[in-house]
């Protein structure tokens, strides 16, 4: 299962969670977040990182222009859009970054809204679902109601995002059948300061699932 750590800002961290079993590590491109990193600071962490592991650039309602300049000037090998970009805008970043991951957040606030899904899934390459807050994109430690997505199958692989930890993973995915996990507050002692100690407990906790 692919385990992606996100909001690091350290790249002293990035190695330590990458040496505890991170699959991917999500850099936050988002200024006004608080975890926001600039291309110098994913450059510094990306060059030391192994080549086996994703990097993954996530941005807001940015510019088609604006994301193409940061993959390739730190060497991002995917983009997570957790903002209001449409299908259509999917495809042309697609078109525009063709040998890049295209990772489409939507932040769920109901099952309706898991409808919306199926028009995503021939326009990127890997979906994740977040919890909804009406003030904040993301991060934000709020679980989604995982029993409203114990059927969900998309046609293409998927994270579960949204308020996991290394206390509640297993009872997560217990009822849900994600292609991956994402998290970030829930293993963080403050925001963009991950807690080592919280990461490999997470990683205990799903090495005991196997
Ligand atoms: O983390 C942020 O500050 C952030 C800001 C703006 C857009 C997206 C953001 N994070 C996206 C993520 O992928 C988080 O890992 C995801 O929302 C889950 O966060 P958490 O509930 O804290 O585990």
């Not at 991002?76 to 697609?94: A, S």
């Not at 957040?105 to 028009?119: G, I, M, N, Q, Y």
């Not at 807050?133 to 430690?141: K, N, W, Y």
């Amino acid at each position: 299962m692919r385990v992606k750590i996100c909001g690091i800002t350290q790249p002293q961290q990035s190695i330590a969670i990458a040496s505890l079993g991170a699959t991917a590590l999500g850099f936050i491109c988002v200024p006004t977040s608080p975890r926001y990193v600039t291309i110098s600071q994913i450059r510094a962490a990306v060059a030391e990182l192994p080549a086996n592991i994703d990097t993954i650039g996530v941005f807001a309602n940015a510019s088609i222009p604006e994301i193409s300049q940061i993959v390739v000037d730190s060497g991002l090998t995917g983009v997570q859009l957790h903002g209001d970009e449409l299908p259509d805008f999917c495809d042309q970043l697609r078109q525009a970054l063709p040998n890049v991951e295209i990772i489409k957040a939507l932040r769920v606030r109901s099952l309706e809204h898991l409808d919306t899904v199926a028009t995503y899934t021939n326009y990127v390459d890997t979906l994740l679902l977040d919890a909804y807050h009406p003030e904040q994109l993301g991060g934000t430690g709020k679980t989604l109601d995982w029993t409203m997505l114990e059927q969900f199958n998309p046609n293409c692989p998927w994270f579960l995002a949204g308020g996991l930890t290394a206390d509640n993973i297993v009872e997560a995915l217990s009822q849900v059948n994600p292609s991956g996990v994402d998290l970030s507050s829930g293993v963080e002692r403050a925001p963009g300061d991950k807690d080592l100690d919280k990461v490999a407990k997470l990683f205990g906790k799903l090495g005991s699932r196997e």
